[in-house]
């Protein structure tokens, strides 16, 4: 099966830089995705990695190895607004289907102080 | 353009008793999915379609069942209501599947609070 891992909860204060982790164990890995959830809101796509490699996506940056399972969503110049729940999920290809699915870790919550 | 979204909002079911949510998009995506989240355990896939007429199991499909009679229609029906199925049901949608270029991007609906008793 699939699992992904990510630390439950971050704290930081306005201004810094946070980085939250994700590591992964799937067959068939395709890529890793990053969603961004507000409390009582929509998951929101953030961004993506389908190679190895960091992706910047203005205040925003994801990075991929996929040698070692491993993968990081960077947020710089913290805001409040950016107090939210961020989920990783991992695109893979299951061998029974010619569909690839997303599966999501558990989230880990930001906490924003001024 | 609403996007994606879902009715209704919120509702109390009794045990056993029967429902039908559903989702709307005018975004003519190909491929629609359903997911629940409960806390801490992140979203997970229920039943997914990937075109007007088809419908594919997920991760939990036990308890539900789901119809795409229409493309920007996907309803998801619970046929006999459990407290266990108490949970937040998103609906989600993307341009292609997700082995294709801008299919990684799902678009999600605001989602529906179920309360089973």
Redesign the interface.
């Known amino acids: 099966g699939q699992s992904l891992e990510q630390p439950s909860e971050v704290t930081a204060v306005e201004g810094a830089i946070v980085q939250i982790n994700c590591t992964y164990q799937t067959s068939g890995f395709y890529g890793l995705s990053w969603y961004q959830q507000h409390d009582g809101g929509a998951p929101t796509f953030l961004s993506y990695n389908g190679l190895d490699g960091l992706e910047e996506t203005g205040r925003f940056s994801s990075f991929l190895s996929r040698s070692d399972s491993y993968g990081y969503l960077l947020l710089q110049e913290l805001q409040m607004k950016d107090s939210a729940s961020y989920f990783c999920a991992v695109r893979f290809f299951p061998m029974n289907t010619g569909f690839q699915k997303l599966v999501f870790g558990t989230g880990t919550r930001l906490l924003v102080s001024p | 353009n609403a996007g994606v979204t879902q009715t209704p909002k919120f509702r109390v079911l009794k045990t056993g008793q029967s429902m039908t949510l559903l989702c709307a998009q005018d975004m003519n995506h190909e491929y629609m999915y359903w997911y629940r989240q409960d806390p801490?355990?992140?979203?997970?896939?229920i039943h997914?379609s990937?075109g007007e007429g088809t419908t594919?199991k997920?991760?939990v499909p036990d308890g539900y069942n789901v119809s795409r009679l229409k493309k920007q229609n996907f309803l998801l029906g619970l046929e006999s209501a459990a407290p266990s199925q108490t949970s937040v049901y998103?609906c989600?949608t993307s341009l292609v599947?997700?082995?294709s270029i801008g299919?990684?991007?799902?678009?999600?609906?605001?989602?529906t609070r179920l309360l089973v008793l």
Do not use: D, K, N, W
Request: proline share 4%.
């Open positions: 801490g355990m992140g979203l997970r896939l997914y990937v594919a997920g991760e998103f989600a599947g997700s082995g299919g990684e991007t799902q678009y999600f609906g605001p989602g």
